[in-house]
T-cell receptor, first 111, second 110 residues
Framework: DAGVIQSPRHEVTEMGQEVTLRCKPI?????LFWYRQTMMRGLELLIY????????DSGMPEDRFSAKMPNASFSTLKIQPSEPRDSAVYFC?????????FGPGTRLTVL | AQRVTQPEKLLSVFKGAPVELKCNYS??????LFWYVQYSRQRLQLLLR??SRESIKGFTADLNKGETSFHLKKPFAQEEDSAMYYC????????????FGRGTQLTVWP
């Protein structure tokens, strides 16, 4: 089992460009979470889904951020337009019962 | 509202010394508390859960409801314990999301 899969692992883009991060949760998990990790703010929950339905998106910083989960095996986090302050590591996690399983993260750098 | 506080951003100890990573929480209900660990270049992973009352890699954590704390302890630290440790809380049976602390970076010197 490869666990939670995220792509790309690294992304470098220029300010104003659209960025799409992808996540494949572990099969059978009914919750999916998107987090952002920075030195200043630590680990922040952006949004989470239950059975593909967004439950809480109060952590999404602004309208530039959007997330979708079209089916149980795929989710995207999109930033449009990107800004330098969006530079961070973005984690996806999925959950069954009480344990969250994290992906390896996508390190985003916005120049 | 619920909150998880890890007062130490950085913690350094020597190998063989005891280590305690502090975690305090605020929540009026019955929380479930967790410790997650992130080793260098690895994924964040569950270390232990208070309900399990188990020892993982020599670490233990006891939920103290009176002091609203869930400190992580190990009597003899090892170099391989160096990592980022996050304390997290979920709101009892309605697991939903986890509320994470800011994390403590533990360094164990040889």
């Amino acid at each position: 089992d490869a666990g939670v899969i995220q792509s790309p692992r690294h992304e470098v883009t220029e300010m104003g460009q659209e960025v799409t991060l992808r996540c494949k949760p572990i099969s059978g998990h009914d919750y999916l979470f998107w987090y952002r990790q920075t030195m200043m703010r630590g680990l922040e929950l952006l949004i989470y889904f239950n059975n593909n339905v967004p439950i809480d998106d109060s952590g999404m910083p602004e309208d530039r951020f959007s997330a979708k989960m079209p089916n149980a095996s795929f989710s995207t986090l999109k930033i449009q337009p990107s800004e330098p302050r969006d530079s961070a590591v973005y984690f996806c996690a999925s959950r069954r019962e009480y344990t969250q399983y994290f992906g390896p993260g996508t390190r985003l750098t916005v120049l | 509202a619920q909150r998880v506080t890890q007062p130490e951003k950085l913690l350094s100890v020597f190998k063989g010394a005891p280590v305690e990573l502090k975690c305090n929480y605020s929540y009026s209900g019955s929380p479930e508390l967790f410790w997650y660990v992130q080793y260098s270049r690895q994924r964040l992973q569950l270390l232990l859960r208070h309900i399990s009352r188990e020892s993982i890699k020599g670490f233990t954590a006891d939920l103290n409801k009176g002091e609203t704390s869930f400190h992580l302890k190990k009597p003899f630290a090892q170099e391989e314990d160096s990592a980022m440790y996050y304390c997290a809380l979920s709101r009892g049976s309605t697991l939903g999301r986890l509320y994470f602390g800011r994390g403590t970076q533990l360094t164990v010197w040889p």
